[in-house]
């Protein structure tokens, strides 16, 4: 695929705006062979890139699950789309107006927002509707005991930081030569871009690496007095924890000041190709986290192209397809669904409530063999969910871009539990307190 035609493809859906709410392909009526999963994205706005690309990939995914295999145990699964714009009210009036839809309810909410997920933890919970926060959210909703119907899965911020700490370590021969080595963190200034300040820190004090935190205001497109100042830190790494049109800014920037781009390690919200293609040459040789492969040479990528978009029925333009957004909505579609199959193998092969999927989340196990048999191998890590653990351990790859396409920069890293648990915990308990919660006991829990 050229470079031009996927800019094409990966812009034209990004400038239409749309109603509020939109009507799924399938009609997500009460009927009493449908699970109903609400879609709250953002078509609009700075942000409309991650929120087309992400759930264009999980509506395809359901919508291969209804087309190839007559949906989960012959349960079809139904959605509605509401648009959020990445605005936390909208997010919360969204989440409202669907959460009662389907014969069952919502049976997940995926808010795409770490702020729009804050704010409906304590909706959500008296809800009982499960939050599912992949790779975003609220970091010590890892504990399951405080937060059980929250998920942020596979890996979340604080964890994804120290594999990146791990990885910029590798490069420079080993941990111990980050000892007095300085690392900017320019950082969206929102719950969002603040949520690895804490583990960063503490990092900072373990390994002797100094660290300074560059707030950008909403929605980032002026930055020279920011690179100004990190062109006068001389910083030896840069971290991009950016959003939307923040990141291409960013890169162009660093490359104004001559900072090189293989030096700047970013986010998975900054390793789009929307995050790279606007920004030229400035771009090539930038290094990004991920927890997902790219492209489209996985069977179940396959499988979508053959039996959705291959009939006309794909809910994203072609061109998007395997491009990094489209495959983590991929990744978002099949934990979904293999929530609710494994919550019907207690519960029966029905349509299920909020808080029987629950149950389903809360038992999930991504191992080897599971990935393999969904035609996903290499797309996703291994992971394993419990009672008291919400994320699973999942591990982190970074990617880096050729000017072209996204390349594998490393293999799977895992994560440093021994940092990040004893934070999460710690967190956990101060905010049960504040909410006066007490955590679940879970050596009682089924």
Known sequence: ????????????????AAP????????????????????????????AAGGTGIFGGMMD??????????????????????????????????????????????????????????????????????????????TDASDGRVFPYVFPLITNYWAQNTAKIKFIGAKEGGMDKLKGKKIANILHDSAYGKETIPVLDKQSQMYGFEVKHFPVAHPGIDQ?????????????WVILRGWGVMNPTALREASRIGFPANKIVGVWWAGSEEDVIPAGEAAKGYIAAGFHGAGRDYPVIQSILENVQGKGKGNIDLARVGTIYYNRGVVHGIVTVEA?????????????????IRWGIEHLNFDVKKIEALGARGLM?????????????????????????????????????KIVRPMIEESAAKYAKEKNITPRDCSKEG
Not at 20 to 47: C, D
Request: hydrophobic fraction near 35%; glycine fraction near 12%.
């Open 340 to 356: 609710i199959r494994t919550a019907q193998e207690k519960y029966g092969k029905k349509p299920l409530t909020g808080e029987q």
């Open 224 to 236: 020279k007095a920011t690179w100004l100042q990190i062109q006068q830190y001389k910083p030896d």
């Open 61 to 138: 995914y359901m919508s291969l699950i209804n087309e190839r295999d007559g949906g989960v145990n012959g349960v079809k699964l139904t959605w509605e789309e509401c648009e959020t714009a990445y605005q936390n009210d909208r997010g919360v009036e969204c989440y409202e107006r669907l959460k009662g839809k389907g014969s069952t309810g919502a049976s997940v909410v995926h808010p795409l927002s770490t702020g729009i997920t804050y704010s409906l933890i304590a909706r959500a919970t008296n809800d009982k509707i499960p939050i599912i926060s992949i790779g975003y959210g609220r």
């Open 1 to 16: 695929m050229g470079l031009f035609r996927l800019a094409t493809g990966l812009f034209a859906a990004v400038a239409l």
């Open 381 to 417: 890590p291994a992971f394993k969910i419990s009672c008291t653990d919400h994320e699973g351990g999942g591990a982190v790859r970074f990617l880096q871009w050729s000017g072209e396409k996204w390349v594998n920069a490393s293999g799977w890293i895992g994560t440093d539990q």
């Open 20 to 47: 509020l709410t939109i009507a799924a392909p399938t009609p997500a009526g009460a009927q009493a062979s449908e699970q109903f999963v609400p879609v709250l994205i953002y078509r609009t706005g700075p942000y």
